[in-house]
T-cell receptor
Framework: EAGVAQSPRYKIIEKRQSVAFWCNPISGHATLYWYQQILGQGPKLLIQFQNNGVVDDSQLPKDRFSAERLKGVDSTLKIQPAKLEDSAVYLC?????????????FGPGTRLTVL | QKEVEQDPGPLSVPEGAIVSLNCTYSNSAFQYFMWYRQYSRKGPELLMYTYSSGNKEDGRFTAQVDKSSKYISLFIRDSQPSDSATYLCAMSEGTGNQFYFGTGTSLTVIP
């Protein structure tokens, strides 16, 4: 079974530029999560999707971050404009059970550096 | 006060040692407790998943949950150099609820 795929793996941009990340979850997984992991910290949930609907986006900085999951499969996370403090690893995870379950499987992450 | 507290280490042990990793938490509504292993430049990998209090064993790994003390532990027996990684604890109130992660403990097992 293929795992969670993410691209790109690395991205370097200047502040005020925009960037987009892509995630393909494990086949059949209805729940998809985007996390932000700053160096030396644990992952922090940004947004949770159940199929193509948003379940929780309370910690998503909506003035600059947006995410979508069209057709309930792939998802994209966008930052516009980026700030220095957005430098982090952006992790995508998926889960199979209704409502998310408690076994989340993570992708390798996208490491973003904002200069 | 953070929801989940975890000693960041770093922790360095000789090969074959027993390793104890711990987290404390403040939210008494947490019912699901997970341990993830994260190698450098990789995503977290689920190691253990426990519901409510008690022990769970899987090979060299044992997870313990003490809800009365709001304290969870992961024990690694006969530690190997391949166990060198960052270990993250995570907790949630229920299925479908968000996970709250600790900051991770960096472990190095010296051959």
């Amino acid at each position: 079974e293929a795992g969670v795929a993410q691209s790109p793996r690395y991205k370097i941009i200047e502040k005020r530029q925009s960037v987009a990340f892509w995630c393909n979850p494990i086949s059949g997984h209805a729940t998809l999560y985007w996390y932000q992991q700053i160096l030396g910290q644990g992952p922090k949930l940004l947004i949770q999707f159940q199929n193509n609907g948003v379940v929780d986006d309370s910690q998503l900085p909506k003035d600059r971050f947006s995410a979508e999951r069209l057709k309930g499969v792939d998802s994209t996370l966008k930052i516009q404009p980026a700030k220095l403090e957005d430098s982090a690893v952006y992790l995508c995870a998926s889960s199979s059970a209704q409502g998310g379950g408690n076994e989340q499987f993570f992708g390798p992450g996208t490491r973003l550096t904002v200069l | 006060q953070k929801e989940v507290e975890q000693d960041p280490g770093p922790l360095s042990v000789p090969e074959g040692a027993i390793v104890s990793l711990n987290c404390t938490y403040s939210n008494s509504a947490f019912q699901y407790f997970m341990w993830y292993r994260q190698y450098s430049r990789k995503g977290p990998e689920l190691l253990m998943y426990t519901y409510s209090s008690g022990n769970k064993e899987d090979g060299r790994f044992t997870a313990q949950v003490d809800k009365s003390s709001k304290y969870i532990s992961l024990f690694i027996r006969d530690s190997q150099p391949s166990d060198s990684a960052t270990y993250l604890c995570a907790m949630s109130e229920g299925t479908g609820n968000q996970f709250y992660f600790g900051t991770g403990t960096s472990l190095t097992v010296i051959p």
